[in-house]
């Protein structure tokens, strides 16, 4: 599986694209062969995105289109490690770039960054990661359907996962939050018995956020007596999945608008459970030392 580890890793973009110096976007920069060079220009118009399948890449292009400031600016669709990897090239040079982003997520903890603000709430306001079963899993696998029904955990548990996965691998990094957080885990195993063996499928995104998740509820089961599969598909086959009974559980859906078009083709054929996390956020992130704080600072591409 790819864990979107390598921070090296860039999507084809140009160096040329990314200019020395960032300011306002009607500001000067630094560089003299480019004086007067806005933000836009030193970008080339483009905002780093991820997969296209992703549900924020679906947002960030409705977001193109509503906002009339953004005429003339392109998503450059690339993957997660595509992303980070222009990320952190941009921010070793100090240089300016704008991705597209979400919060937990490991790049927080790694680098100084902020969102910039969307007054049309285009990219959705604060969402939650629900869990979401399929139907008659209570029926079958009863404390498996409970354990998952009281797992809730906050956004720096998912974030610190992440980030120590970075320099060991996800199995490793989640083995450790649950030894290191006996008392939390206790809550979502209490009174259960230990099982038989019996398979589980776990149904994922392949984002390092839901790889984190899935693999601390995949080693809780686990230790429980279960045999547990993760399965990283698209948001799409995903809701399919669970929703056809070919999944039996997903802790990954981001609702109410990332994956709000896949939940409502299939609420009728599927259990929510409610929320496991709190508290996300999808926008377009930039370094903080880049003078901008709103997606209405920018400027069409002329």
Same mark, same amino acid.
């Given at each position: 599986?790819?864990?979107?580890?390598?921070?090296?890793?860039?999507?084809?973009?140009?160096?040329?694209?990314?200019?020395?110096?960032?300011?306002?976007?009607?500001?000067?920069?630094?560089?003299?062969?480019?004086?007067?060079?806005?933000?836009?220009?030193?970008?080339?118009?483009?905002?780093?995105?991820?997969?296209?399948?992703?549900?924020?890449?679906?947002?960030?292009?409705?977001?193109?289109?509503?906002?009339?400031?953004?005429?003339?600016?392109?998503?450059?669709?690339?993957?997660?490690?595509?992303?980070?990897?222009?990320?952190?090239?941009?921010?070793?040079?100090?240089?300016?770039?704008?991705?597209?982003?979400?919060?937990?997520?490991?790049?927080?903890?790694?680098?100084?960054?902020?969102?910039?603000?969307?007054?049309? *709430?285009?990219?959705?306001? !604060?969402?939650?990661?629900? $869990?979401?079963?399929?139907?008659?899993? /209570? #029926?079958?696998?009863? =404390?498996?359907?409970?354990?998952?029904?009281?797992?809730?955990?906050?956004?720096?548990?998912?974030?610190?996962?992440?980030?120590?996965?970075?320099?060991?691998?996800?199995?490793?990094?989640?083995?450790?939050?649950?030894?290191?957080?006996?008392?939390?885990?206790?809550?979502?195993?209490?009174?259960?018995?230990?099982?038989?063996?019996?398979?589980?499928?776990?149904?994922?995104?392949?984002?390092?956020?839901?790889?984190?998740?899935?693999?601390?509820?995949?080693?809780?089961?686990?230790?429980?007596?279960?045999?547990?599969?993760?399965?990283?598909?698209?948001?799409?086959?995903?809701?399919?999945?669970?929703?056809?009974?070919? *999944?039996?559980?997903?802790? !990954?859906?981001?609702?109410? $608008?990332?994956?709000?078009?896949?939940? /409502? #083709?299939?609420?009728? =054929?599927?259990?929510?459970?409610?929320?496991?996390?709190?508290?996300?956020?999808?926008?377009?992130?930039?370094?903080?030392?880049?003078?901008?704080?709103?997606?209405?600072?920018?400027?069409?591409?002329?």
């Amino acid at each position: 599986m790819n864990r979107f580890k390598t921070l090296g890793l860039t999507i084809g973009m140009s160096a040329a694209l990314l200019l020395a110096a960032c300011g306002d976007d009607t500001g000067s920069s630094d560089n003299s062969n480019n004086v007067t060079a806005s933000i836009g220009e030193q970008v080339d118009y483009k905002i780093i995105g991820i997969e296209p399948g992703a549900g924020i890449t679906g947002l960030s292009h409705d977001t193109l289109e509503q906002y009339e400031n953004l005429e003339g600016w392109t998503l450059q669709e690339s993957s997660t490690a595509g992303m980070i990897g222009t990320l952190d090239q941009a921010i070793r040079n100090e240089e300016p770039v704008i991705v597209t982003g979400w919060t937990p997520h490991w790049m927080f903890s790694a680098y100084d960054l902020k969102f910039l603000e969307d007054p049309k *709430g285009v990219l959705g306001g !604060a969402e939650n990661i629900n $869990t979401v079963v399929r139907k008659d899993l /209570e #029926k079958d696998l009863p =404390d498996v359907y409970t354990v998952l029904d009281r797992f809730h955990w906050e956004t720096e548990d998912m974030e610190k996962v992440m980030y120590d996965a970075q320099n060991a691998d996800f199995e490793t990094a989640a083995a450790d939050w649950v030894e290191k957080n006996e008392d939390k885990v206790n809550e979502w195993t209490q009174d259960i018995a230990q099982g038989n063996g019996e398979k589980v499928k776990l149904v994922s995104v392949p984002w390092d956020s839901e790889i984190a998740s899935s693999s601390v509820v995949k080693l809780v089961l686990e230790n429980l007596g279960y045999e547990v599969e993760v399965i990283p598909v698209d948001p799409a086959i995903m809701f399919q999945a669970i929703a056809t009974g070919e *999944g039996d559980a997903t802790v !990954a859906p981001w609702l109410p $608008t990332t994956h709000q078009s896949f939940y /409502e #083709k299939h609420k009728d =054929d599927i259990v929510d459970l409610g929320e496991n996390l709190e508290g996300t956020q999808n926008g377009f992130v930039v370094p903080a030392y880049m003078d901008i704080d709103s997606i209405e600072d920018l400027k069409p591409k002329e």
